[in-house]
């Protein structure tokens, strides 16, 4: 068998990729979303909301109720492509939609999209209280010691133990480390 001997210079640009050529561009990101390994069914469903979004705001438009429209997030049913699911940020919004459904039903169909039945449904409100990191300097110190109460409530129990019993000899070690 032959040894092969090289220059450190050459064992160096040996480990380093050659550049691509210019012919090999990268692909742009849209190529990628629709490729069908890529993102394309992520692409292809948020197309279809974006135009569910833009017909339904026609059809509420139609209606005089277009300023509801950017108050409103619409999507299908799961399993269901035949049942529009409407999801809004308060009751008075969801009781307008309800009171207006089956003149929206007949303007979504003029406008091309097919669906039987809508629900409306009142998504919850974030809560109106925040929780914030505690401070550094305000954390939770434990009790040194026993408050005044206390201590006079553990002499009370001391007294009424007996002498040679172990709850008292943990009782009186209790009132002994907590005293300091």
Known sequence: MKSLS??????????????????????????????SDGLGSILATTEHLAKLKATLHLALVALEQGHLSPKIEAGWRSGAQDELFLLVGSASIGSRLQQILPSLINELAKNGLQCKAIKVRVKPSPPAWEIKPRDEAKKYEAPKGLNEIAKKSWQELLEKLPPDSGLRKAVERLLQNKSK
């Open 6 to 35: 090289l220059s450190p210079a050459a064992l160096f640009f040996m480990n380093f990729a050659r550049k691509p050529s210019p012919k090999h561009t990268a692909h742009d990101w849209m190529d990628y979303l629709r490729d």
